[in-house]
């Protein structure tokens, strides 16, 4: 009985004491805010202002450039005169090449390098068209062929030539007008000349009857030097004339290709007739 009692006060009890239920309450996680700092550009250094030594170091290292490669590599040059047609016209802009003979003073700026004779030297071919410098003053540009080398015998008689006691020959072509840079028309009489070694090239006679240098005397040339003549054969002051026999020191270089050319059609002060002046046919030509 007492334990029926028991469990009926034990069920009363829990009937009576009602259970209250806890709220629970989320943890509450404290976030802590990362701060997120401004990325920071480079601080970019002042620019530097060129000074006046800088400008004229820049100038100086390209002056010397430029004499480098001209003194031993490429030198340009412009043809003033008539002596090479119909090779070289007036108005011609070639390359020469300064290391094909090897280098004398004469390869230099004013001739001023302190070289004497010709170092890494070489003998132009028979045909070759080279720049020289005057023998008589060692100072002007000339341009002309070669036609005669050391110990041949050069003669001009009724306007042909021979070398070594033989005549070259020729081919006629048929009239030639030369009408750019000169007052009036030029007619001549065009040839292709065979050398003895096999290379042609094209040259010009008014005659071949013209005074002294269609009926020269016989040449023997000397060692270390070259016997020159023009294309155009009666209109050049070349070693039949006041020239002579150019030293083989004298030589600036061989005449490689054309890179420009132009007539007297245009005028600098009109733009428009530009194009016209430009030998377009003969840019960029190499020389033989």
């Not at 009937?15 to 509450?28: C, F, H, L, N, S």
């Amino acid at each position: 009985m007492k334990k029926e009692q028991k469990k009926k006060t034990q069920k009363a009890s829990l009937k009576k004491a009602p259970v209250k239920a806890q709220k629970i309450e989320p943890q509450k996680e404290l976030v802590k805010a990362q701060e997120i700092e401004p990325k920071k550009e480079p601080v970019k250094a002042p620019k530097k202002k060129e000074s006046l030594f800088d400008t004229l170091k820049t100038i100086v290292y390209a002056v010397l450039l430029a004499m480098v490669i001209r003194s031993l590599f490429f030198e340009p040059f412009r043809i003033p005169s008539g002596s090479m047609y119909p090779t070289l016209e007036v108005g011609d802009y070639l390359f020469v090449s300064k290391y094909t003979y090897g280098y004398s003073k004469h390869s230099f700026p004013f001739s001023l390098a302190p070289i004497k004779g010709r170092i890494w030297a070489s003998l132009p071919k028979r045909g070759d068209i080279v720049v020289f410098k005057y023998p008589k003053d060692n100072r002007t540009d000339y341009i002309k062929r070669v036609v005669g080398l050391p110990g041949d015998t050069i003669q001009v008689s009724r306007g042909r030539l021979y070398i070594n006691g033989k005549k070259v020959e020729r081919e006629y072509k048929g009239k030639y007008v030369l009408n750019e840079y000169v007052v009036r028309p030029e007619t001549y009489q065009e040839y292709i000349e065979t050398l003895p070694e096999g290379l042609k090239h094209r040259i010009l006679e008014l005659s071949d009857y013209e005074d002294k240098i269609d009926n020269t005397e016989l040449y023997v040339i000397p060692e270390g030097h070259v016997f020159v003549m023009g294309d155009n054969r009666d209109r050049s002051d070349d070693s039949r004339v006041h020239v002579g026999f150019v030293p083989v020191e004298n030589l600036v270089g061989k005449a490689q290709f054309l890179f420009f050319s132009h007539s007297d059609k245009g005028k600098w002060y009109k733009p428009w007739t530009w194009p016209k002046a430009i030998r377009w046919h003969k840019l960029f030509r190499r020389l033989t």
